[in-house]
């Protein structure tokens, strides 16, 4: 259990790094072009949505859907809240600076961008069969064609 959380931690502490990262690099490299911090924007929700693709692929391979689904579901809640509120406060912003439609703005793009990833991760691990519950059925076909035909008497 301990190693789950740590996991999860982890995750989610990479996740805000990509964030404060891109942050930074809009605060000094590109202050007053919108079109620039847009641009790295942009790249930071694509870099965030690959990882959890890439995550979501290999727990898929190794853990049913039901198990890692509520792990997944804990990183992009936390890091969500680390992005929204420390984030802007890292480079000296205020959280709520832009207004609402800004603030619920970030929500709705990290969503969408959290679980974009997620999907295609897990999508591209069930349409390669790669996934647990393709293995286990895989298994199964396995052991019942192994198993020689019983012969019925009548």
């Known amino acids: 259990m301990d ?3 740590r996991t999860i931690g982890v995750l989610a502490g990479g996740l805000f790094a990509v ?27 694509v870099v965030i949505g690959l990882a959890l693709a890439v995550v979501a692929f290999r727990w898929a391979r190794r853990r049913p859907l039901a198990e890692w689904a509520g792990d997944i579901a804990v990183v992009v809640v936390a890091a969500l809240a680390l992005t929204v509120l420390v984030g802007p406060l890292v480079v000296g912003h205020n959280p709520f600076a832009g207004g609402a439609g800004t603030f619920f703005a970030q929500i709705w793009l990290y969503l969408l961008a959290t679980g974009l990833g997620t999907m295609i991760g897990y999508l591209v691990a069930t349409a390669l069969g790669l996934d647990h519950r393709s293995q286990q059925l895989k298994r199964y076909a396995e052991v019942k064609a192994a198993k020689p035909r019983r012969v019925v008497r009548r």
Do not use: E
């Not at 072009?33 to 930071?44: E, N, P, T």
């Open 19 to 45: 964030n404060v990262v891109a942050r930074l690099i809009i605060r000094f490299g590109f202050d007053g072009d919108d079109a620039a911090a847009d641009r790295v924007s942009l790249v930071m929700f």
């Open 3 to 5: 190693r789950r959380w």
